[in-house]
């Protein structure tokens, strides 16, 4: 509990879902990418673009964020 507690003062969570995360395996990739999709409400092909292209699931929203807002 006081991990997550220090990750959500830190910044780390957006919306109740970790942003802040090393990609280091195919699951946490594709799980990043979901994010991505469920916050910008994109399909999960683009997704992956852009987390391909960003690097990290928060660079990934900063910027999609800015291309896809309503």
């Known amino acids: 509990m006081i991990t997550t507690a220090t990750m959500i003062s ?3 969570v957006k919306d109740n879902k970790m942003v ?3 990609m280091s395996n195919q699951k946490l990739k594709e799980r990043g990418a979901l994010i991505i999709a469920n916050q910008l ?3 999960f092909d683009k997704a992956k673009e852009l987390l391909l292209k960003y690097g ?3 660079a ?3 910027s999609g964020i800015m291309n896809y807002e309503c």
């Open 56 to 58: 990290s699931v928060r």
């Open 10 to 12: 830190l910044g780390y």
């Open 20 to 22: 802040d995360m090393q």
């Open 41 to 43: 409400n994109i399909d």
């Open 60 to 62: 990934a929203l900063e």
